[in-house]
């Protein structure tokens, strides 16, 4: 079982920046990839970011070249740095990892708010 913390969020101005930690503890070895999602009230569950363990990346068209997301494997840990923040950012951001097993082992963490406000 892969326990998945996320860290960081909080208040924003329009323009601003916030980063997002997520860290994996449990068994976490045979992690694939990590993903950020993130959830608004009223909206679909969006998919944000990913990088796999080798550092391929991939980024939702709305948050590219604002968002960047990085890894540090020795840590377990990815992060979202959140740069010209959006008032339509705001929402629960998800830590969601998997293995490649089929089926693939999966996990979610809990969430962090980020709320983007003046």
């Known amino acids: 079982q892969v326990h998945l913390v996320e860290s960081g969020g909080g208040l924003a101005q329009p323009g601003g920046s916030l980063r997002l930690s997520c860290e994996a503890s449990?068994?976490?070895?045979?992690?694939?990839?990590m993903v950020w999602y993130r959830q608004a009230p009223g909206r679909q569950r969006e998919r944000v970011a990913a990088?796999?363990?080798?550092?391929?990346?991939n980024d939702a068209d709305s948050v590219k070249d604002r968002f960047i997301i990085t890894r540090q494997n020795a840590k377990k840990t990815i992060y979202l740095q959140m740069n010209s923040l959006k008032v339509e950012d705001a929402a629960v951001y998800l830590c969601?990892?998997?293995?490649?097993?089929?089926?693939?082992?999966?996990?979610w963490g809990q969430g962090t708010q980020v709320t983007v406000s003046s």
């Open positions: 969601y990892s998997h293995s490649l097993e089929t089926p693939p082992r999966e996990s």
């Open positions: 990088i796999t363990m080798r550092g391929e990346t």
């Open positions: 449990g068994s976490s070895t045979g992690i694939y990839a």
